[in-house]
C-alpha cells in the first residue's frame, strides 16, 4: 500500500468549506481553555512543587511527566484501527474526555482535605489521578487530531495550533498570577487545591467548545481487520517509509533530551532557595515566550513546514539546558523558562501535525499511534532517567546531558528527514 504525505483534500470538501471558520473557532477556544487548565497543573512548575511538598523524591517528582508522556503516547496503538473506521470521530471524544477532565476536582479535594495530614497516600493518589488523565487523552488522541485533521485543512493547521496556543497563552498568563495569588496568600495544602480546583473549571468550559464542533460522517473505506491482525501490519509502516523511521529515531533522542524540564523547578526550590510562590512566575515566563513565538512558528509551519519549527523546538531546549548550567539565581532561571515556552510551542504546533503529512488521510490514526507508541518508552523514561541522575550525580548532569541529547535530536532531524509535505511519497508492501 502507499503512504504517502497526507494530502490537503479537506480544501475540497464542501462541508469543511462551509463551516471551516464556525470549527477553527470552537475549537481554538477548546484547544486554548485546555491549555489554561494545564496552567494550573503544569508539570514544569506546581505539580513539581506539589509533590516536593508532599516530600517526593526527585525519582518520583520525575514520574508525574513520566506518567502524562507515555498516558498520551502509548494507548492510541491500540485505539487507532478501531477508530480509523468511524465515520464520525466527536461522538467517542466526548464520551473519553471525561476522564481527563474529572481527575482534577478529585485532585482538589484530596489535596484539601488530605495533604497535610497523610501526605504519602495523597501522593499516590496523585499519581493515580494523573495516570487516569493522560491514558484517557492517549486513548482519544488519534481521533481528536484526526477530527483536526478533517475539519481543518493542511495549509491552515499550523495557524490552528498557533491560534489556540496563543489564547490558551494569554489566558495562562492571567492564570500564573492567579495562581501565584493562590499559592503566596492561602495556607497550605488549600493553596494547591485552589490551582487544581481552577485547572478542572477551565477544562470543564473547553468540554463545552469541544461539543459545539460540526462534524459530518465520512467512511474510511478502510475493511475492518481485528487487532491482531492490524498490529502484525505495523511493522510494514516503519520498514517502507524511510522517513518516518528516521523521524522517530531523532524525536526518541529529543524525547530522552527534555529529562531536565521538570527540575528546574526543583532545582530553584532546593539549590537556589526560590520563594514557593514564585513558582508561578516561572510559569508565567513559559506561557509568554510561547505567546510570543505562536504567530511566528505557526506561520513557519504552514508555510515552510514542520521540520523547520521542530528544529526550532530542539535547539530552544538545548540553550535552556546550558543557560540552567550557568543560572546561579532567580534572574538566571528566566531565560530557561522562555526556552522551555518556545519549544513547548514548537512540539504544540509541529509535533503531532507533521505525523499527518508522512501518511495517507485514511491512515492518520495508524500514524499518529505508531508515533506515539513508540516514543512512549523514552517519554516515560525521560524524566524518570532525570530524577535518577539529579539523585546520583546532581542537577547540572542533568541539565548537561539534557543539552547534548536535544542537540544531537536536531542534527539528526537536519541531516536524515527530508520535509514529507516536499517527499516523494513512498511505496510499502505488505
Not at 126 to 142: H, Q, S, V
Request: proline share 5%; charged share 10%; with cysteine.
Amino acid at each position: 500500500m502507499k503512504a504517502p504525505q497526507c494530502r490537503n483534500r479537506v480544501k475540497e470538501d464542501p462541508f469543511v468549506r462551509t463551516n471551516l471558520r464556525w470549527n477553527a473557532v470552537v475549537l481554538a477556544l477548546d484547544y486554548g481553555l485546555f491549555g489554561l487548565g494545564l496552567t494550573f497543573v503544569s508539570t514544569s512548575t506546581i505539580l513539581p512543587a506539589f509533590a516536593e511538598r508532599l516530600g517526593a523524591p526527585n525519582v518520583v517528582i520525575g514520574a508525574l511527566p513520566a506518567l502524562l508522556s507515555a498516558g498520551w503516547s502509548f494507548p492510541g496503538l491500540f485505539t487507532a484501527n478501531y477508530i480509523e473506521r468511524l465515520g464520525r470521530k466527536l461522538p467517542l471524544i466526548l464520551a473519553v474526555t471525561v476522564g481527563e477532565r474529572l481527575p482534577f476536582l478529585v485532585l482538589a479535594v484530596i489535596s484539601c482535605l488530605f495533604a497535610a495530614s497523610y501526605p504519602s497516600a495523597v501522593l499516590v493518589l496523585t499519581l493515580f489521578l494523573i495516570a487516569i488523565m493522560a491514558f484517557a487523552g492517549g486513548a482519544i488522541m488519534p481521533a481528536w487530531m484526526d477530527l483536526i485533521a478533517k475539519l481543518i485543512p493542511t495549509t491552515n493547521r499550523g495557524r490552528f495550533f498557533a491560534l489556540g496556543s496563543t489564547l490558551g497563552g494569554l489566558w495562562g498568563v492571567g492564570g500564573t498570577f492567579l495562581a501565584g495569588y493562590f499559592l503566596r496568600d492561602y495556607p497550605y495544602p488549600l493553596n494547591y487545591s485552589l490551582c487544581f480546583a481552577a485547572g478542572f473549571v477551565a477544562l470543564a468550559a473547553s468540554f463545552v467548545f469541544l461539543a459545539l464542533a460540526r462534524e459530518h460522517a465520512v467512511g474510511s473505506g478502510k475493511p475492518a481487520v481485528g487487532l491482531g491482525s492490524y498490529l502484525r501490519r505495523l511493522p510494514f509502516v516503519l520498514r517502507g517509509n524511510s522517513n518516518f523511521r528516521w523521524y522517530l529515531v531523532s524525536r526518541s533522542v529529543g524525547t530522552l533530551g527534555t529529562m531536565a524540564v521538570t527540575f528546574y523547578t526543583v532545582y530553584a526550590l532546593k539549590e537556589l532557595r526560590v520563594d514557593e510562590g514564585q513558582v508561578a512566575a516561572f510559569t508565567f515566563f513559559i506561557l509568554a515566550a510561547q505567546t510570543v513565538s505562536n504567530v511566528a512558528l505557526g506561520w513557519l509551519a504552514d508555510h515552510l513546514g514542520h521540520k523547520l519549527v521542530l528544529l526550532l523546538g530542539s535547539a530552544a531546549l538545548a540553550v535552556g539546558s546550558l543557560l540552567a548550567v550557568a543560572a546561579n539565581s532567580l534572574t538566571g532561571l528566566y531565560g530557561v523558562f522562555a526556552m522551555v515556552g518556545i519549544a513547548t510551542s514548537a512540539f504544540g504546533i509541529s509535533g503531532l501535525n507533521i505525523l499527518l503529512e508522512f501518511c495517507e488521510p485514511q491512515d492518520r490514526p495508524t500514524y499518529l499511534g505508531l508515533g506515539g507508541a513508540l516514543l512512549a518508552p523514552f517519554s516515560f523514561a525521560a524524566p524518570m532517567l532525570g530524577g535518577w541522575l539529579a539523585d546520583q550525580a546532581g542537577f547540572l548532569v542533568v541539565f548537561w546531558a539534557s543539552a547534548a541529547l536535544s542537540g544531537t535530536s536536531a542534527l539528526l532531524l537536519s541531516l536524515l528527514v527530508r520535509e514529507p509535505r516536499r517527499a516523494a511519497p513512498p511505496v510499502i508492501r505488505v
